[in-house]
């Protein structure tokens, strides 16, 4: 009985120091690069990064011993060594100690991040593309085997969704900037197909509404991410919205009754004051660490840790769909039909009565009731745990790639052809944007991986159940 308490308690402890540790890496990755530079923020979130995977390499080669209880505290004692950590590093940058040989493995880092473009710009496509696909089938799902009301739910999202997408392609015509012929004649054809697919699996019943509304909006972000222009402009225009309901927000509070305002400014000063000197360093860290935070940067972040997070948990679910195909509860409920007629009336009394003899027949034989049972419930894989476990590391090299690519050390320059070496007098080459042509190329792989999709699918409502076909209803 006692270990039913003790489990969520740990749970708790263990979910606390791991958002505590995101929190960290988050505020002090942009501190080291604005205050110490492109180099500084590299070595820094490369030794976070060996750290933590030693660590935690370690705590798992002891897991099943007796030290396991020292090496867990060892592992956790990490979190509050991360300040510190960064202080060394911006106090040893100050004194251009750049010809140190630690520097080359530094190098080699920002080398390794450089040529992961690609990687994580594709698999932030393909992961998108997977979470727009689990949600449309769980809106379908629902809507056939729970309540209509679903419905609505998906057509109202999709109105928003669409309607918010249509806002900011909208702002990109608006906008003040050029764009070259061929980035124009991408942009109008990538649009047009995007639409025409999610039109084509509206119609055809391969796809859904959420879905089509859903893959819209991402081929938008897309393109708001490819030309950074107009992705300042969207956070800009962010920035301005929250201010200004931020200062809404201000205007209300002396309207709340003074029972209310006057114990508040009664306790914030005696706080101040009764503070140790030593909290002011640590909130002024705070603060300057979320100064150089902006929006854009945060919310990508957000966005790329979310569906990378969303992958791991869909994709042990699509495994166990297609290793155990045939595992389906006995007697699932057909979907509602929404038309009544009177042979189908007739049809439907005839099987009840013969499921009723049936029933006499078997009487002795009840099944149990299957309970609704989602991806996430299912025991993770030895691969799945690995995953989880050194997922920090995936954040801290996908955040500094961000932080490259937001200081501008990415290039500008890319070279496709020839593929090695420099061209010759006699040939010509072939040089790019790196980050333009990675994004262009994610968004077209996208929409064809979504085309190879909808070509799979059966012509159903909804498309596809590769997601819920092993889900349990009662």
């Known amino acids: 009985m006692l270990s039913t308490y003790i489990n969520p ?280 660490a979320i100064q150089n935070l902006t929006l854009a940067l945060l919310l990508n972040l957000a966005y790329r840790i979310g569906v990378f997070y969303a992958a791991t948990k869909i994709i042990p679910s699509l495994y166990q769909s297609v290793s155990y195909p045939s595992v389906t509860p006995p007697k699932t409920p057909q979907p509602r039909s929404r038309q009544t007629s009177s042979s189908s009336l007739h049809q439907m009394l005839g099987e009840a009565n013969d499921s009723s003899v049936n029933d006499r027949k078997h009487v002795a034989h009840k099944r149990k009731p299957f309970h609704l049972k989602p991806p996430h419930h299912q025991p993770p894989s030895a691969i799945i745990r690995l995953i989880y476990a050194y997922s920090p590391c995936l954040i801290i090299a996908v955040y500094t790639h961000l932080m490259l690519s937001y200081s501008g050390e990415l290039g500008t320059e890319l070279q496709l052809w020839p593929l090695w070496g420099s061209p010759s007098a006699s040939s010509t080459s072939v040089i790019v944007h790196p980050w333009k042509f990675w994004n262009w190329v994610n968004m077209g792989t996208t929409l064809i991986l979504y085309v190879a999709e909808l070509s799979n699918n059966e012509s159903s409502s909804g498309g596809g159940n590769s997601l819920t076909s092993h889900w349990k209803i009662e």
Request: proline letters at 4%; glycine letters at 4%.
């Open 9 to 288: 308690v740990l749970q708790s402890i263990s979910a606390l120091f791991s958002s505590l540790y995101l929190g960290l890496i988050i505020l002090t990755i942009p501190l080291a690069f604005d205050v110490g530079g492109v180099n500084c923020g590299l070595a820094f979130s490369l030794t976070a990064l060996v750290i933590y995977f030693i660590l935690t390499t370690v705590r798992l080669s002891f897991r099943r011993t007796k030290y396991f209880k020292w090496v867990s505290t060892i592992y956790y004692s990490q979190h509050f060594f991360i300040p510190s950590l960064l202080t060394y590093f911006l106090s040893y940058h100050r004194q251009n100690q750049t010809s140190d040989p630690a520097w080359s493995i530094v190098s080699v880092w920002k080398l390794l991040l450089i040529n992961a473009t690609p990687v994580f710009t594709i698999l932030e496509g393909f992961c998108s593309l997977l979470l727009i696909q689990a949600i449309g089938q769980t809106v379908n799902w629902l809507t056939r085997y729970k309540s209509d009301s679903w419905l609505i739910i998906s057509l109202v999202s999709s109105a928003l969704v669409d309607t918010a997408a249509f806002y900011f392609l909208y702002r990109i015509y608006v906008f003040p900037f050029t764009i070259d012929i061929l980035s124009a004649s991408l942009l109008g054809s990538l649009l047009t197909l995007t639409i025409g697919l999610g039109l084509f699996g509206i119609v055809s019943g391969k796809g859904s509404m959420i879905e089509s509304s859903l893959l819209f909006a991402y081929i938008v972000r897309c393109i708001y991410e490819t030309f950074p222009i107009l992705s300042e402009d969207a956070s800009q225009a962010l920035a301005d919205l929250l201010t200004s309901a931020t200062q809404n927000v201000r205007k209300e509070i002396p309207k709340f009754a003074p029972s209310i305002l006057n114990p508040i400014s009664e306790v914030v000063p005696f706080l101040a004051s009764t503070l140790p000197s030593s909290f002011k360093g640590v909130w002024e860290f705070l603060v300057m």
